[in-house]
């Protein structure tokens, strides 16, 4: 009797065991299937819908969580993240016209009729900021895509941003180039830009610096945001106008937000480059938001807060 009862404890024991983990599986799977619908496959969607909402990329976090995610990523590769620009390309065959196709245009600045007064470009366009949930799903958050949220912030201050279309890192390796002569082909891209339109107020070069956490970010108005610094280079005869123009926009920061900025730097050292393409346009500034452990929302949060700045300086000069 005993030994019966001794089964029928175990039996109970082991179907309770089985309801409760079929309950789990389909709560994870449920949650899964959830998830799936909410999220986004490509830089562009991920891009709107960030803009939308600063949280969203939480979302992706929450997904790499779920154990049916990290099952498959075991069990298959993930996809490697492409950038927010890395669409069809055509150039000629000297690969001085390379420009894209099908790259994403947001709704605020379609609606804008006006000329453009900034331009914004990467030299460094492969500089990344922290986002290993988004790998699986073809999104590489980084400098790229930092630049189209600045334009879309921008036009939301009626401020039209153009954003360079060209790929650096494929000009690079199709001329077998190094990556230190980055700004020799930005600066081939900078001006074809401003032979085009030569009435740019402002050029922002945006960058993303290589600091630890703790150095690169704040807290402002109960937001994780990214730290800025500027650089300038002293070594073209007329640097003093490009660092006056650094200086009111950074003093202008500096007012509002001081826990935001990390300074102006002046690099004209032997080593360094010392130029940045700054002696193109006196309204030319090289700007670093955040480091490589930084997040792309606390990006967008010191986007958010610059914007009105930018516009300030535009509209006064």
Avoid: W
């Avoid at 309770?16 to 986004?40: D, H, P, Q, R, T």
């Avoid at 990556?179 to 830009?193: C, K």
């Avoid at 500027?230 to 006056?244: A, I, R």
Wanted: hydrophobic share 35%; with cysteine; charged share 25%.
């Amino acid at each position: 009797m005993k030994k019966i009862k001794l089964k029928k404890k175990r039996k109970f024991k082991f179907r309770l065991f089985a309801y409760a983990f079929i309950m789990f599986l389909g709560y994870e799977l449920s949650f899964n299937i959830i998830m799936n619908i909410k999220l986004v496959n490509s830089n562009e969607d991920f891009l709107k819908a960030l803009l939308t909402d600063s949280s969203y990329h939480l979302l992706y976090e929450k997904k790499s969580q779920d154990i049916f995610t990290k099952i498959f990523t075991k069990i298959f590769d993930v996809n490697k993240p492409v950038s927010i620009l890395q669409n069809t390309l055509h150039f000629s065959p000297n690969t001085e016209n390379m420009t894209y196709v099908n790259n994403p245009k947001l709704k605020e600045v379609e609606n804008l009729k006006q000329d453009p007064t900034v331009y914004i470009y990467n030299t460094h366009q492969s500089e990344a900021y922290q986002g290993n949930a988004l790998e699986g799903y073809n999104i590489s958050p980084g400098v790229m895509m930092a630049s189209y949220i600045l334009q879309e912030k921008l036009a939301a201050q009626n401020i039209k941003a153009d954003v360079m279309q060209d790929n650096i890192t494929d000009y690079l390796n199709l001329n077998n180039m190094k990556y230190s002569q980055s700004y020799n082909v930005s600066r081939i891209f900078l001006q074809d830009a401003l032979e085009k339109y030569p009435n740019y107020k402002l050029i922002i070069d945006l960058h993303r610096d290589a600091l630890s956490k703790d150095k690169s970010t704040t807290i402002i108005n109960n937001k994780s945001c990214a730290k800025i610094s500027f650089v300038v280079g002293t070594k073209h005869q007329n640097y003093q106008e490009n660092l006056n123009t650094t200086n009111k926009i950074e003093n202008k920061i500096k007012q509002k937000y001081p826990a935001l900025t990390r300074g102006v730097i002046t690099k004209g050292e032997q080593g360094s480059n010392g130029i940045y393409n700054q002696d193109l346009n006196k309204n030319i500034i090289l700007i670093e938001i955040g480091g490589e452990e930084n997040t792309i929302d606390e990006v967008l949060n010191t986007i958010e807060l610059i914007a009105p700045i930018i516009k300030e300086f535009v509209n006064e000069t």
